[in-house]
């Protein structure tokens, strides 16, 4: 048996345990020894646990213990999850975890300490939850420059958006009913404001330059301002709205263009069908074109499964450095303003005219039967040329298109 250790204890470390008890005879047929959690390690006690004997509470025990190849990082937050990470990624046991918060910030630190040491840092969960999404992008996409890669990303706000839509709620209620059915915390910020999605973008960015790209360098907007109206006006032009991660990488220039926002995504894309809590993630290779990654991006037992994943593969390389190609310095990051794009746009009905001078004859109106409104597409024009026009108009709300 390889002995492994959980610290954090919470939904996703309960599932790993409860993943590796119940699909030990699956998880042999790759490592014929079987995994065994030797240690917990929380704040709390599990009385009436099957684990209660495993748990402990000075990481030290787990660190001193020469049998320990593996620790599955599940605690969140960047303290003391660093150190403790750190500290065993120096000692030659390998980390698995679902830590996207310390990932985005210190996760190329803690590949390079890996590296060092004979071992591996491995985040599979920490984007998508359950959907294998990075190990393809690292071993599938070897041969590929990859160009692109397009999110949704958080499951909480997708289903804030379909069920907008598909019960005609405003954003509130639709955000109560998340809260009820426990897919969005009480403290919603991070879901709706964008956060969440934006630091897994920003991770997969990373793993696409191989350089670390920071959640506070990508351009963040959530879905707090969408509105039934915004729903509407995109279904009149065949579209819906959808919170994405966007990274594109130019080849010629080595430099990315990250983003978080909602986009109103057309029918007949891929993106355009994934409703609920439902996660899915498109890659465009120069090679192999586009592929799309579906399925939970979040929950006790997918995630978890996704950290035995990485377990699995840590142990089948016990000695060695997996190397997720992520080296520990800045990405180049492309001028956001300077990227074009089509956009949504609504004003106050007397500024149509207006509207029409800023944005030129190209413009097409989009009614939806509202009368104190103006609605139209622009053209492709570039970020810095829209906000330097749009900000001329009072009241206005725009969406870009995809
Ligand atoms: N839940 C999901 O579906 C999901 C999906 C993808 C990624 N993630 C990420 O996975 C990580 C874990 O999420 P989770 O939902 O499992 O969180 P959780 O339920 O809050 O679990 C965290 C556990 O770690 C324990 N803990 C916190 N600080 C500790 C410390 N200093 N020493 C020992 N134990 C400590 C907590 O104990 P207390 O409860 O006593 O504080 C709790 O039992 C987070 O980074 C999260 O973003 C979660």
Redesign the pocket.
């Known amino acids: 048996m390889t002995e492994i250790a959980i ?7 309960s599932g790993i345990a409860e993943v590796i008890d119940e699909n030990q005879a699956e998880i042999r047929r790759e490592l014929p020894e079987g995994i065994h959690v030797k240690y917990i ?4 006690d599990f009385p009436g646990s099957p684990y209660a004997d495993r748990v402990v509470h000075d990481i030290d025990v787990i660190l001193n213990d020469p049998e320990i190849s593996v620790i599955c990082e ?4 960047k303290e ?1 999850a660093f150190t403790f990470s750190k500290r065993a990624l120096e000692k030659g046991i390998s980390v698995c975890t ?5 990932v985005d910030a210190l996760g190329g630190t803690l590949a390079v300490i890996a590296r060092e040491h004979n071992c591996s840092y491995l985040f599979e ?2 984007v998508g ?1 359950g959907i294998p999404i990075l190990r393809p992008l690292r071993s599938s996409f070897a041969q590929e420059f990859i160009t692109s890669v397009i999110g949704i990303l958080n499951g909480t706000t997708n289903y804030i958006l379909t069920k907008m839509e598909t019960e005609d709620l405003d954003f509130e209620e639709a955000l109560r009913q998340a809260q009820d059915n426990g897919y969005a915390e009480r403290n919603p910020e991070a879901d709706i404001e964008g956060y969440d999605p934006c630091r897994k973008i920003a991770i997969l960015a990373s793993l696409v330059t191989g350089m670390n790209v920071k959640y506070q360098q990508v351009p963040c907007e959530g879905i707090s301002k969408i509105d039934k109206k915004d729903l509407q006006y995109a279904r009149a032009i065949g579209r819906a709205v959808k919170l994405l991660g966007v990274c594109r990488h130019d080849r010629a220039t080595n430099q990315i263009l990250v983003r978080t926002a909602p986009y109103m995504v057309p029918k007949g894309h891929p993106l355009y069908s994934v409703e609920d809590v439902f996660n899915a993630i498109m890659v465009h290779g120069n090679m192999v074109g586009d592929l799309m990654f579906y399925g939970s991006g ?3 037992l997918p ?1 978890a499964s996704a950290v035995v994943s990485d377990v699995v593969e840590c142990i089948q390389n016990a000695g060695k450095n997996i190397d997720i190609g992520l080296r520990n310095q800045p990405a180049v990051m492309g001028d956001a303003m300077a990227e074009k794009v089509s956009f949504f746009v609504r004003v106050p009905a007397e500024q149509a005219d207006k509207a029409k001078t800023y944005f030129g004859s190209e413009i097409q109106p989009v009614s939806i039967g509202v009368e104190s409104e103006f609605a139209f597409t622009t053209p492709e024009i570039t970020e810095g040329d829209f906000a330097a026009r749009i900000k001329e108009f009072d009241g206005a709300k725009s969406i870009r298109l995809l």
């Open positions: 610290i954090g204890f919470g939904t996703v470390g390690l929380d704040i709390r599940t605690m969140g937050g003391p679902s830590n996207k918060e310390l969960a920490s939850g979040a929950g006790k995630t």
